[in-house]
């Protein structure tokens, strides 16, 4: 999970585009942003941990001087959440010096690393991305296709170098990645809200193995690698990741997500009195499942969107209080028989925390309605949620499942009824984390501190 922008735009303030687009993609990683600019082929990058607004103020962004700009927010899947793996990453190399941003996991990570033969900085396997094209002595775009072919698994990547922008998708698409227009300019961003933003218009989609190169002489576009069939974008993206206003492959994600709530309430109906999402990224659905159902609609809980991925931990005699500080239900519940929507349970601890809380305020029954079928087996491709045996639906039935959150009752939206609402075709999607059915090969260690496992034998090596 990690968002990517790029700009080249002479005249503007590149540094400034980048971190609106950033905003605008905080929620695809919260740990660090960066962005890079390259200056008459000169590169400077300002990166570090953070929300954007953390890393970034006018002393930093007016420091940020160039025609062209990259940007990325990160959520590690590989590598800790440390300085040195915040990006963009900046390598130099043999032919070259690098800046990249990368959104996905490589499957290959590791036989890359020990082919590059050299000690890198950072312990993500994004450093080895920037590396093959740094050491490559042959013209950019024939280097970064060259280095794309070697690629295994995710790389939606935005990257400067030799004076020109350059974005690519690996051949699966795993990763969306979108190409707009301001005015005359081209802007790559992982999503459409972040075009939106920065006043960019859609142009179109970059196609899985597809190679932008952006330079003074114009747009270059290099169709790298033969796509894999229609694509494997993530249909995570389409139920969880994606901000609904995005559009994924010409789709609008909150549409999608209303469907998918409407979905589930054809195949799961329930006697009930309201429909509750569990906020935020159950809200469409609920939306859509309410609409099917006629039973009305509800906030219900109240979330704190205050509250970060890293704050300070209550004292051990307010643990239970915890998820207080993200929800908070409205004493409407008192007496009712409610239907919970949201979009996934992974390991199921907040869920069962939130069915109490319910149960708590007086509800007489909580129904749970998921928008999207039990996952039952992880990421290799940037979405670090749980390992298989974290997961509790890996091999638990749907009424253990229940049981152990203390639902009243559980449904999950069916793989058809998932796919339908995304109106894409099961050939264009990947589904693994829902059918064990990888499109690639998978790494015998995914581990996510692999490397600095590595790093530090080799430091302990004589
Ligand atoms: S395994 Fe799941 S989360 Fe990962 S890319 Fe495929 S669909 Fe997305």
């Known amino acids: 999970m990690c968002g990517v922008f790029g700009v080249h735009a002479p005249g503007r303030d590149v540094a400034r585009l980048a971190y609106f687009g950033l905003y605008a993609l905080q929620h695809r990683g919260q740990e660090s942003a960066g962005i890079a600019v390259s200056e008459d082929g000169r590169l400077t990058a300002v990166r570090d941990l953070g929300l954007v607004p953390q890393v970034f103020d006018e002393r930093t962004l007016s420091g940020l001087q160039g025609d062209f700009a990259i940007g990325h927010t990160r959520y590690s899947t590989t590598g800790a959440n440390a300085w040195e793996n915040a990006q963009p990453l900046l390598h130099h190399g043999r032919a070259r010096t690098v800046a990249i941003g990368h959104n996905g996991n490589l499957v290959n990570a590791a036989q890359l690393r020990e082919a590059a033969g050299k000690p890198l900085g950072s312990t993500s396997d994004s450093e080895v991305i920037a590396a093959l094209i740094a050491d490559d002595e042959r013209p950019l775009s024939q280097a970064v296709a060259a280095t794309m072919r070697r690629l295994e698994g995710a790389a ?75 694509g494997a974008l993530c249909i995570f993206e389409f139920f969880y990741l994606a901000r609904p206003d995005t559009r994924l492959a010409g789709v609008e994600v909150h549409g999608a997500r209303v469907r998918m709530g409407e979905r589930l309430a054809a195949e799961s109906p329930v006697e009930a009195d309201l429909v509750l999402p569990i906020p935020d990224s159950g809200t469409p659905a609920a939306i859509g499942f309410a609409r099917a159902s006629g039973i009305p609609f509800s906030e219900g809980l109240i979330k704190n969107r205050y509250v970060g991925r890293t704050f300070i931990q209550p004292e051990q005699g307010m643990r239970e209080q915890g998820i207080r500080m993200k929800f908070n239900p409205l004493a409407e519940v008192a007496g009712k028989r409610v239907v919970a929507v949201d979009d996934s349970i992974v390991r199921g601890s907040t869920t069962r925390q939130i069915v109490q809380m319910l149960f708590d305020a007086g509800a007489a029954e909580v129904h749970v309605r998921i928008s999207s079928p039990p996952i039952v087996s992880p990421c290799y491709y940037g979405i670090d949620f749980a390992s298989e045996d974290e997961m509790i639906a890996a091999d638990s039935t749907v009424d253990e499942v229940r049981a152990a959150i203390g639902a009243t009752s559980l449904a999950y939206l069916s793989l058809d009824g998932l796919q339908a609402a995304t109106r894409r075709p099961a050939s264009a999607l990947c589904r693994a984390c829902l059918t064990r059915e990888y499109p690639t090969r998978i790494p015998a260690d995914a581990a996510k501190l692999r490397f600095e496992r590595a790093t530090a034998r080799a430091r302990a090596t004589p």
Not at 179 to 188: A, E, I, Q, S, T
Not at 203 to 215: H, K, Q, S, T
């Open 156 to 230: 939606t990547v935005v990257g400067l170098a030799d004076g020109k922008l350059f974005a690519f998708r690996d051949a699966f698409g795993f990763r969306p990645l979108v190409l707009g227009k301001l005015g005359d300019d081209p802007v790559v961003a992982s999503e459409s809200c972040a075009l939106d933003l920065v006043g960019a218009e859609l142009d179109r989609e970059i196609r899985p193995g597809e190679l932008v190169v952006a330079g003074d002489d114009g747009l270059e576009v290099v169709q790298a690698l033969e796509p894999a069939n229609s």
